[in-house]
T-cell receptor
C-alpha cells in the first residue's frame, strides 16, 4: 500500500468521448506525475504537477491535460479519445520537485478501454 | 536522448534458482537508476535505486543491483527466487536534474517461476 489512490479503477469509453481520471497523493507529497502504460509496454511519462502547476511534459498531445488541487490531489483529462488511448493510467506522487529524481509512489492505476 | 533497454521480454526460472535481469541505459551524465516491480493488477513498487556512491545497491525482498558505468548497465539480481517473485520488472532512469517525477522506463521483463 503506497497511500496513492486512483479512481475509477476501470472504465470503458467510446472514440471521441472525454474522460477524467483522479488521483489522491500520499500524505506529505506535493508532486504528482501521470504515466500511460499500454499493454505489454513500460509506463510513459505524460506530465507532472508541482504545487498546482504543470512542471514537465512528455510527448503527449494537448488533448491530454491535467490539474492539481490545493490538497495536492490531481486529475488527468483526455479529450477526443482515440483507440490508442486504451491503457493503464498510473499516478505517482513524490515529495518535492527540484533536483534529483526522487522516489515515486504509484497508485494501482485506472484501466481505460476505448471502443 | 535517454533510453532504457531490457533485452529479455520473458524469463522463466525454477524456484530457488538465482536470477539476473538485464538493463542497459543510455544517458549522458551520471544516471539515477531504479528497478520497479509490478504484480498483476497492481501499481509499481520500488525495489531499489541508485543515485551515487557504492555501485552495489541492496533493495527490498532480497534483491540487489549493480551499476556498471563502463557497460551502461544496471542488472538486477536475486540469489534464490521465490514463487511470489513472479511479476513484471521494470528498469528506469531518471530524466535528469530538475526533471522531478519523469522516469524513462524500459519495456519490462516478465518473470515466471517454476515450482
Amino acid at each position: 500500500e503506497t497511500g496513492v489512490t486512483q479512481s475509477p479503477t476501470h472504465l470503458i469509453k467510446t472514440r471521441g468521448q472525454q474522460v477524467t481520471l483522479r488521483c489522491s497523493s500520499q500524505s506529505g507529497h506535493n508532486t504528482v506525475s501521470w504515466y500511460q502504460q499500454a499493454l505489454g509496454q513500460g509506463p510513459q511519462f505524460i506530465f507532472q504537477y508541482y504545487r498546482e502547476e504543470e512542471n514537465g511534459r512528455g510527448n503527449f498531445p494537448p488533448r491530454f491535460s491535467g490539474l492539481q488541487f490545493p490538497n495536492y490531489s490531481s486529475e488527468l483529462n483526455v479529450n477526443a479519445l482515440e483507440l490508442d488511448d486504451s491503457a493503464l493510467y498510473l499516478c505517482a506522487s513524490s515529495r518535492g520537485n527540484s533536483g534529483v529524481t526522487g522516489e515515486l509512489f504509484f497508485g494501482e492505476g485506472s484501466r481505460l478501454t476505448v471502443l | 536522448a535517454q533510453s532504457v533497454t531490457q533485452p529479455d521480454i520473458h524469463i522463466t526460472v525454477s524456484e530457488g534458482a538465482s536470477l539476473e535481469l538485464r538493463c542497459n541505459y543510455s544517458y549522458g551524465a551520471t544516471p539515477y537508476l531504479f528497478w520497479y516491480v509490478q504484480s498483476p493488477g497492481q501499481g509499481l513498487q520500488l525495489l531499489l535505486k541508485y543515485f551515487s556512491g557504492d555501485t552495489l545497491v541492496q533493495g527490498i525482498k532480497g534483491f540487489e543491483a549493480e551499476f556498471k558505468r563502463s557497460q551502461s548497465s544496471f542488472n538486477l539480481r536475486k540469489p534464490s527466487v521465490h514463487w511470489s517473485d513472479a511479476a513484471e520488472y521494470f528498469c528506469a532512469v531518471g530524466a535528469g536534474y530538475n526533471q522531478g517525477g519523469k522516469l524513462i522506463f524500459g519495456q519490462g521483463t516478465e518473470l515466471s517461476v517454476k515450482p
